[in-house]
């Protein structure tokens, strides 16, 4: 079983992009062919509201609905019509501050709620028509051959993303009884025993449209589209296998372009519009301080000054090192909401430039709480391995480290990013930042 492509376990989101745009054009040439309108000279306001629409549902989160096992259809409406309003308000605004001549008819009132109001019912549509078939599509069962020992510790991982589906672990007579379209990870350790030799044969006989043999970890790849360290061999992936190991690898040379390009373009423009007035409400609000200098982790472990603004109040100097909690007493006012929209990290900008990190990859961490972290967490060190990121596939997918066991979670994120970094990987990533930083949904 080989991991998924990154658009394969999102189809169904693709899929649904895709009907809504079919619908917002069918509709509105219908409106046009209806009323006699032509659409010449209307292409501009066409792509605006089209753009908003999309883009405001998925910031609504009309399109991640479609992951959620269970879809509650009023939560579905809310967020729809929520996505209507906000959308002919953003075009109302445009159009009261640019004033378009009179032909323009595509921003007309009345035109816009008879082109979006269809499109949302359209949209309705399509998700409860998609989940649907994803319902009736018969899931395959999620099995677990191996010691009851193992199996608790494979299931450890679920039991942290709860929103998938939960492998099930059964003994070896079970096993055998099981039919229907299967999936059984089948553990390693058992290959060799006499006792499942003969079961694993009559299970690689069947169907491999109805039973799938593969292993635990291939599994959580999958399901869980990150690397459990503790499902690891120890002589997991060398750093020799990396394609971006060697110095002028083109992926290593493309990514390095693409961060000083992009470090550069958002420095200019969050400098005057963001840096700039943050920086004066920190100084307002305790006259301390604006940026906050501390040392961190990079690549192969070589440290550096990372530089973030400051969002706890003035400490010691030698003030003891502990976990950030949520509702912490240190963080200030103005610390929260940098902390939530994640605009403390804009400075890092300038250690992207200087190549101390990149836009996408692991987040560095202190060297002293490193040093716990590296003791009880296999392949800790592996996450040196790529610079490290501003944001990163652990940043997107898991909340904020406050123990080691959530910073177990976040390394299986950073060992799958490790392993399958890709450049539409790195966009997703970057989408999704962006989204939680609009939705001021960082911590």
């Not at 999309?54 to 509650?72: D, E």
């Not at 694993?200 to 635990?216: A, F, G, I, S, V």
């Not at 400098?271 to 301390?288: C, H, K, S, V």
């Not at 003030?319 to 994640?342: F, H």
């Amino acid at each position: 079983m080989m991991p998924l492509s990154w658009r394969d376990p999102r189809r169904n989101l693709l899929t649904c992009v895709g009907l809504d745009l079919l619908g917002l054009v069918g509709v509105l040439a219908g409106l046009s062919s209806i009323w006699s309108q032509p659409l010449t000279g209307q292409l501009g306001w066409m792509v605006t509201t089209i753009t908003a629409y999309l883009l405001l549902g998925w910031l609504l989160g009309t399109y991640t609905l479609l992951s959620w096992r269970r879809l509650p259809r009023w939560t579905l409406i809310q967020r729809l019509g929520l996505c209507l309003l906000t959308t002919l308000m953003l075009v109302a605004i445009l159009r009261w501050v640019i004033n378009p001549p009179l032909d323009i008819w595509l921003v007309h009132r009345s035109t816009q709620m008879s082109w979006l109001l269809p499109t949302t019912l359209w949209s309705l549509l399509v998700r409860v028509s998609l989940r649907k078939g994803r319902l009736q599509a018969e899931e395959p069962k999620l099995i677990l051959l191996s010691s009851k020992t193992e199996a608790d510790q494979t299931l450890q991982a679920w039991r942290k993303t709860p929103t998938r589906l939960m492998p099930k672990w059964l003994p070896a007579a079970e096993v055998a009884k099981q039919r229907g379209p299967l999936v059984i990870a089948v553990s390693p350790n058992l290959r060799h025993k006499a006792d499942y030799k003969k079961l694993l044969e009559r299970l690689e006989q069947r169907d491999p449209r109805e039973c799938n043999l593969t292993t635990p970890l291939a599994l959580a790849e999958r399901q869980l589209e990150r690397l459990p360290p503790k499902l690891l061999p120890e002589a997991w992936l060398s750093y020799a296998e990396i394609p971006w190991s060697m110095l002028f690898s083109p992926q290593r040379q493309l990514k390095r372009v693409a961060d000083v390009v992009l470090a550069m373009l958002l420095l200019a423009v969050t400098t005057p519009l963001l840096l700039l007035p943050a920086a004066l409400l920190i100084w307002l609000e305790d006259r301390g301080p604006i940026f906050y200098i501390q040392e961190r982790s990079g690549w192969l472990g070589q440290p550096f000054m990372v530089l973030k603004l400051r969002t706890m109040k003035v400490l010691p100097p030698h003030a003891p090192i502990s976990w950030t909690m949520p509702g912490d007493p240190r963080i200030t006012r103005i610390g929260n909401w940098l902390r939530r929209s994640r605009l403390d990290e804009l400075p890092q900008l300038i250690n992207v430039l200087r190549g101390d990190m990149s836009l996408i990859g692991p987040r560095p961490e202190r060297p002293e709480i490193e040093h716990e972290l590296e003791a009880s967490i296999p392949h800790y060190r592996k996450r040196h391995w790529m610079r490290p990121g501003l944001s990163g596939w652990a940043q997107v997918c898991a909340p904020y480290a406050a123990s080691v066991e959530d910073s177990e979670l976040k390394l299986s994120y950073d060992l799958y990013y490790l392993k399958y970094f890709s450049s539409w990987l790195d966009l997703m990533i970057l989408l999704r930042t962006i989204k939680t930083v609009l939705k001021v949904g960082g911590r």
